[in-house]
């Protein structure tokens, strides 16, 4: 027993370790597709396919890597991706046979191994830095216990690369400047270099390593000619590394780099999202947009330990030599020095925090300075006090964290949770997607299921299925909807009060967390059709009117159509069999989704001579709806002209029931 407890500092680390990473290999593949997946995967097969074409003469290509367009061609010819590579180039040993949904899997892995080694060197990090392996451990604990940022370290290849190396590189820049070598200074460049091909803001940490060389010198600690040489070291290293890992730069190294500079300083993605109840434009955020993220995502007890921490940490530098003293005013720097970068250019900020994830790490470091007093302090029932307040918040947000997997990056702090639904984007990932095509794929055992997803391209999201559930699955462009899509997946992020209806459809299921709605399935409901000539007594048009007949018969195969590019006098008028109570119309157009009216007038009547528009509600290029109207006639008519397609129907229902006789 005394063996075990000697050897505490060991077997407790290695046991939490083990448990995470055993964790990590059961859960990694719970995690659907996000949005950017497929994205990252095409810029990185587009820069390997550059780098076998410039670097190694390669000519003939797999047709995966074939159908990509050369890389200065390509639009996001900047992103680094030198950390994505190692995947793409498993496949290409594969020659490219491994099935979408492994290539989406081993990604996923590959991101959660990059963070996991990371928090290995943080351990060690804060286990020096505090000279107590507790310290480094709670560090670990309270970085893994950090809903948003764990549940991203399974598929966002972007920001939860660049955290790990953010850690790897600023564990490298503790080793410099505690011994400034020529080996330290080449492994501090080579991981500072794969830092910034990832992002640009990675050389904030290269560039305190400057500094600190200045300041030495300054003090006397080192001489003129030293402090020249091994900034030259890191500098050339750095300059040389980063070109070499960002092939569009080949050519032209300076000039690529001013370009990366600039367009990533402000850039130009032009979207809005909920913020405080408000579509805000992410080109024009407000001031507190960064600081008031991080403020509602965090678990409560670590924002006081930060809070905390910071006094704490500047007391502490009276006490700590020149190094530490340099080292814990460079990881302040880190945390607050982006927020103020982004406020003061007014930064194009979206998604949340996501793009600051890597200001997390100071965050906790700073954390950390408050439990290094606390357990540094002779006063038992303080530590007492601290030790189960800190249990309760993990086991708390532990729970959450089991509760709502694999939900986690919607958590927001109890403090705001009730509220956050209506105020604050959602799952912006769009990765509860996953779940509503496992419901659809799991209750309708048919081939051939059309499905819209009008808040994103529905493609993506099918790589987290076997290829048979694929291929049961083709997909609706968004808002051109036509009879044979059954189901609609929406996703409620930027919805204001949480709530979503579409006329003709029943919602059948929901994927929900802290009582909200992350998205819902919506099937279509087949209620109040009036199909064909059971409700018909006469329609007449002003164009084609021997195939009139077409559109009423329940054959989608025939149709009407103007044969010729649309014009405003076009017109259908429809005289019922009944007087009806109508409250929508469906138009169901040609097959290509192009030949439908792009602006339809519905108008209803009593006798066919006094005319009323019907007030449209929601409606998507096919299905309209309206208030209650009680009518005998409906004109459907093409209010403007169209000079490019004509305009084809292939059958109208109307949906309404035979209203009651009058006493």
């Known amino acids: 027993m005394s063996k075990i407890k000697n050897n505490q500092h060991i077997i407790i680390p290695l046991v939490v370790f083990l448990i995470i990473f055993l964790v990590g290999l059961v859960i990694f593949d719970d995690y659907g597709i996000s949005v950017d997946e497929m994205a990252e995967r095409k810029t990185s097969l587009i820069t390997f396919k550059y780098i076998l074409t410039n670097a190694f003469g390669v000519e003939e290509f797999h047709e995966v890597l074939e159908v ?82 764990f549940a991203d370290s399974f598929y966002n290849i972007k920001d939860l690369l660049f955290l790990p190396w953010f850690i790897f590189a600023v564990f490298s820049f503790y080793r410099f400047i505690n011994n400034p070598n020529i080996l330290n200074a080449l492994f501090f460049s080579i991981v500072s270099a794969l830092l910034i091909n990832t992002r640009i803001v990675g050389a904030i940490v290269p560039g305190f390593a400057g500094i600190y060389l200045i300041v030495k010198w300054i003090r006397h600690d080192i001489s003129f000619k030293r402090m020249i040489s091994i900034s030259a070291l890191i500098i050339l290293s750095i300059g040389c590394l980063w070109t070499l890992f960002l092939p569009t730069s080949w050519d032209n190294p300076l000039e690529t780099f001013k370009l990366t500079l600039s367009i990533f300083s402000k850039y130009s993605l032009k979207i809005t999202e909920l913020y405080f109840g408000k579509l805000v434009p992410s080109q024009n955020v407000p001031w507190h947009y960064v600081p008031v993220w991080i403020s509602i995502t965090t678990p409560i007890f670590y924002q006081l330990l930060f809070v905390i921490g910071n006094f704490c940490l500047f007391r502490n530098l009276k006490k700590s030599d020149f190094e530490n003293q340099f080292f814990d005013i460079s990881m ?9 970068t982004a406020i003061v250019l007014n930064s194009t900020i979206y998604n949340g925090w996501r793009h600051f994830y890597f200001i997390y790490f100071p965050f906790v470091y700073i954390a950390c300075f408050t439990v290094y007093s606390i357990l540094s302090s002779e006063k038992l029932k303080f530590k007492k006090v601290f030790s189960i307040t800190a249990i309760l918040s993990l086991i708390f947000t532990g729970q959450w964290m089991i509760k709502n997997h694999p939900y986690q990056m919607v958590y927001f702090q109890p403090l705001v949770r009730k509220s956050a639904a209506g105020n604050f984007s959602l799952d912006y990932w769009h990765l509860s997607t996953n779940e509503c095509l496992q419901f659809i794929l799991t209750s309708d055992k048919s081939q051939g299921i059309q499905i819209a997803y009008p808040t994103a391209g529905l493609p993506s999201f099918l790589h987290s299925f076997v ?31 949480n709530e979503m209806e579409f006329p003709f459809y029943d919602r059948i299921y929901n994927v929900e967390t802290d009582d909200f709605k992350l998205a819902s399935v919506f ?64 138009v169901y157009s040609d097959t290509n989704l192009k030949q439908f009216p792009r602006s339809l007038e519905i108008s209803t009547s ?29 004109r459907l008519r093409n209010a403007e002209s169209f000079n490019k397609e004509n305009w084809t129907v292939n059958e109208i229902v109307i949906f309404g029931q035979v209203a009651p006789e009058k006493n």
Do not use: C
């Open 467 to 497: 290829k048979e559930d694929r291929n049961r699955i083709t997909d609706a462009p968004p808002n051109s909807w036509v009879n044979t899509v059954k189901y609609i997946i929406y996703n409620y992020t930027n919805n204001f009060d």
């Open 606 to 634: 009593m006798d066919g001579v006094i005319w009323e528009a019907a007030k449209l509600g929601y409606h998507t290029n096919w299905d309209y709806s309206f208030e209650n109207e009680t009518a005998k006639f409906i």
């Open 332 to 340: 302040v720097s880190f945390f607050f020095l982006p927020i103020i």
């Open 68 to 149: 990509e367009p050369d890389l200065k061609a390509f639009k996001d010819q900047f992103y680094g991706v030198a950390l994505q590579l190692p995947t793409i180039f498993i496949e290409y040993l594969s020659g490219f046979t491994m099935d979408i949904r492994t290539v989406t899997k081993m990604r996923h892995l590959w991101v959660f191994t990059n963070f996991y080694l990371s928090l290995i060197a943080f351990f060690f990090l804060l286990k020096k830095r505090f000279e107590n392996w507790k310290i480094g451990l709670i560090g670990v604990i309270i970085l893994v216990f950090s809903p948003r940022i």
């Open 523 to 586: 099937e279509r409901s087949h209620r109040d059709e009036l199909w064909g000539n059971d409700y018909l007594s006469e329609v007449t048009t002003n164009i084609s009117s021997d195939e009139i007949a077409n559109a009423f018969d329940g054959d989608f195969s025939t149709g009407w159509t103007t044969s010729q590019p649309q014009n405003s006098e076009d017109f259908i008028e429809i005289e019922l069999s009944n007087t009806y109570n109508i409250y929508g119309v469906s």
